[in-house]
């Protein structure tokens, strides 16, 4: 059974950071890529990272240059920088398998980005 865990979030002002962590078991974490994703209030989820399983990554273009994802396949977890985070970062942010995810989502983490 696939359990993802995700952690971090919190409230920040404008230009602001945090640092998501995602523990993932259940998959073959070390064979896969896998993403970050956030759904906004009243929107679709949306991915906006992505790491291969060697490294390799890819940014929706509204965070590119400021959000870093990477992982440790030792540990099963990926982790997401988010760096000059804006008020439209304002979202729930889960991790999940890329570029399909998987069934089961984990509770995902609030990041609530306000002055």
């Not at 523990?23 to 974490?29: I, K, V």
């Not at 990554?57 to 959000?67: M, P, Q, W």
């Not at 990926?78 to 985070?85: D, G």
């Amino acid at each position: 059974q696939v359990h993802l865990v995700e952690s971090g979030g919190g409230a920040v002002q404008p230009g602001g950071s945090l640092t998501l962590s995602c523990t993932a078991s259940g998959l073959p974490f070390s064979d896969i890529a896998m993403a970050w994703y956030r759904q906004r209030p009243g929107e679709l989820r949306e991915q906006v990272a992505r790491i291969s399983k060697i490294g390799v990554t890819a940014y929706a273009d509204y965070v590119k240059g400021r959000f870093t994802i990477s992982r440790d396949n030792a540990r099963n977890t990926v982790h997401l920088q988010m760096n000059s985070l804006k008020p439209e970062d304002t979202a729930f942010y889960y991790c999940n398998a890329a570029p399909f995810p998987e069934t089961d989502w984990g509770q995902g983490t609030q990041i609530i980005v306000s002055s």
